[in-house]
């Protein structure tokens, strides 16, 4: 136990300032939270589900759960149920295959719901385009609010477009 | 050729894999897989080709590694009867990979034990086959019904729990089907191919020049793996030796790629048995490392930095010294953690005898890399065929013997230790001279390979070059074909909550898998 707490200490809190990458995001935290707490009541509950992807936007979503930037802190959070989900964070070209999926977890939220579309394949198929085993983007399939490109996408980036899609 | 008695005309590949290539009949075909069995070889890769455009036949292609290196057996099946001898029976690693191919080409392995559907749910229907050259690829097809035949578990108490596609976290989809007893699994049924993207056939829209970035999207989390895999393959076919420097920048993002899937994985299983901590911990490392190699390869996961010729961007001098300085910290560090898990009661009590691979059941189902090297199977390429720059690094190859999930952690720690010594040995001896060169022009036909050791295993890239330097058929081979069904053996007799742990210990791509 002891190494561990000396550990701990060590590190101290490494949270970054929200969103500091670029100017233009850089948004205070309580603005943000208050901005959730605003639209949702008290936080925002992510479902996320890969359509096909590469896997490469999931490590970068798990990064994005890392305590550099803290977005439990914002009020942000991950659920396990679709049935408490705000927001539908998709990533992948959505694979014919998990199409049917795709739109139970969708139909299973609560109105009213945010999809997030995320990476070059959640906007357009990406490198795999559109063919006999892709729908060729999340738009395809559900009504997006917000697409983040990147492949994949940075962290900060994803959650810019979490922020972009509660804000508008 | 170390496959004696088979008569087999085969040449020998240039490039920097050890290949050798032979087209054979039926009979020796299916001799040629009890002969590698007997000589403790394994199989590599199954993949096919729609060849009745040049000779009226399909091709079917198995890629072996023996004693001497790589053996790719082309057997030619006849178009009016698309048949082959299974050989199955001999690996069953190739089960799954017999009834893909069947999905994909409508060749169909004669007296193999599984002929249900794999990768096909309803894309497409039965009677069409996406790899055959008249399927056309971009229809959109009605999805159809999808009955898949589960194996049923009877007895006294017996129940199933069906879990997935979506799991709760995040991570890719895939259906679990495990049958219980209580707690206990008595059995563990996959199906994968929920995310099959068309990867195969989609080659076919690329340039040889450009397939790397189709290739490095296999599997995002073996990116720089599967793009030099695809490098090496383009090279060999255009007869094309890289420049040293590039080879050895590309090592350097291959064994940076190893640490960082080890030191998120390493969090991930602490976090499994309840030591959030090691979350918290390793993946504070990792996303350092992930910044570094943005800074120093222009890309979190250094995608697209392999290219057919050399590499994307050379690697700037000033970057050496805080690449070498980051190998350090992370390695004191990661000691610390070390101590940490070991010293922990708790984890260990989790890690020891959980998800046990013993070896015997390792060499029977072809089990290798990462997890194979937990379980006694003592194969690394880096080791066994080093290429350059492999063959001037000495890697010191890791092997296990319990094939626990405390086993894997082990050999994880122990090869992040290995990785971080290469990085700083690259970074030292690091040649002068150019990155990359041009590509000269790919001649019709020309078949080329590549073999790399990723940080889960070994990774097959199988290229043939169409007209005007196009792709005409390349295949992308990712190691969890062989060790997805070796998990579903792993589970038995243990408890359902140990399963999540298990499973991370592996670390298994769908995606690389549904292809």
């Known amino acids: ?108 939220m609560p109105d009213p719901k945010l999809v997030v579309a995320v990476g070059d394949c959640g906007r357009d198929g990406g490198v795999f385009g559109e063919s006999y085993a892709t729908c060729g983007g999340v738009s395809k399939v559900l009504p997006v609010d917000v697409v983040v490109p990147g492949c994949p996408p940075p962290p900060l980036d994803i959650l810019r477009g979490i922020l972009t899609a509660i804000a508008s | 050729m170390a496959l004696s008695g088979l008569n087999l005309d085969a040449r020998t590949l240039s490039g920097a894999a050890p290949v050798s290539l032979a087209r054979v009949d039926r009979s020796q075909w299916a001799r040629a897989a009890r002969v590698v069995r007997e000589g403790a070889g394994r199989i590599v890769a199954l993949w096919g080709s729609d060849n009745r455009d040049r000779n009226a036949t399909f091709s079917v292609y198995a890629a072996y590694a023996i004693r001497s290196g790589l053996v790719v057996l082309e057997l030619p099946v006849p178009a009016a009867a698309p048949a082959y001898p299974t050989i199955a029976e001999v690996f069953p690693g190739a089960l799954r990979m017999q009834r893909a191919l069947h999905d994909l080409l409508g060749v169909a392995a004669e007296g193999a034990s599984d002929r249900r559907q794999w990768l096909r749910h309803g894309a497409w229907r039965a009677d069409e086959f996406p ?248 194969f690394d390429l880096r080791c066994d065929f080093p290429w350059a720059p492999y063959d001037k690094l000495g890697v010191k190859k890791v092997v296990h013997t319990n094939g626990d999930v405390a086993a894997r952690v082990k050999v994880r720690f122990d090869e992040l230790y290995e990785a971080l010594r290469l990085v700083r040995e690259i970074l030292a001896g690091l040649p002068a001279g150019a990155a990359r060169v041009a590509l000269p022009y790919a001649a019709p036909g020309a078949m080329g390979f590549g073999w790399v050791e990723g940080w889960r295993g070994e990774t097959l890239v199988a290229l043939e070059a169409g007209e005007n330097n196009r792709i005409r058929r390349c295949h992308a081979h990712d190691p969890s074909w062989q060790a997805w069904p070796v998990l579903e053996h792993a589970v038995i007799g243990n408890i359902v909550p140990d399963f999540p742990l298990i499973n991370k210990s592996f670390n298994l791509s769908y995606s690389g898998e549904d292809c």
Request: aromatic letters at 6%; charged letters at 25%.
């Open chain 2, 131 to 378: 790899l055959r050259r008249d399927f056309d690829a971009h229809a959109r097809r009605e999805n159809a019904p999808d009955n898949y035949p589960f194996v049923r578990v009877e007895g006294d108490g017996v129940h199933e729990i069906p879990v997935g596609p979506i799991h709760a976290g995040i991570i890719e989809p895939g259906h679990f089907r495990f049958s219980v007893v209580g707690e206990k699994v008595l059995r563990l049924e996959a199906r994968l191919g929920y995310t099959h993207k068309g990867i195969d056939r989609r080659f076919g829209d690329f340039e040889i020049a450009t397939g790397h970035r189709l290739a490095g999207r296999l599997s995002g989390d073996s990116t720089v793996a599967l793009a030099w895999a695809y490098a090496q393959a383009a090279e060999s076919l255009l007869g094309l030796e890289p420049p040293a420097r590039a080879v050895w920048i590309r090592a350097l993002m291959l064994e940076r790629e190893r640490v960082a899937n080890h030191l998120g994985d390493l969090g991930a299983l602490g976090n499994d048995a309840a030591l959030s901590f090691a979350l918290s911990q390793f993946m504070r490392l990792k996303e350092d490392w992930l910044r570094m190699s943005h800074t120093a390869f222009g890309h979190r996961f250094m995608m697209d930095g392999v290219v057919p010729g050399g590499v994307e961007a050379d690697l700037r001098d000033d970057m050496r010294e805080p690449l070498m300085r980051q190998a350090d910290s992370v390695e004191r560090e990661v000691r610390r953690f070390q101590d940490v898990f070991d010293e922990h009661s708790g984890l260990q009590d989790r890690f020891i005898t959980a998800g046990r691979v013993t070896q015997e059941l390792a060499r029977a189902l072809g089990l290798a890399g990462l997890a194979g090297r937990a379980s006694g199977q003592a």
């Open chain 1, 1 to 108: 136990m002891i190494p561990i707490i000396l550990q701990v200490l060590r590190t101290g809190i490494i949270s970054e300032p929200t969103p500091e990458a670029r100017e233009e995001w850089r948004v205070r935290s309580a603005q943000i939270q208050a901005e959730i707490v605003r639209l949702l009541g008290r936080a925002l509950v992510i479902r996320h589900v890969d359509a096909g992807s590469c896997n490469g936007c999931e490590l970068e979503i798990h990064a994005l759960n890392n305590p550099y930037y803290n977005i439990e802190g914002l009020g942000i959070r991950f659920a396990a149920s679709p049935r408490h989900a705000d927001m539908l964070l998709v990533t992948g070209p959505v694979s014919r295959h998990m199409e049917r999926a795709l739109r139970i977890v969708y139909e299973a």
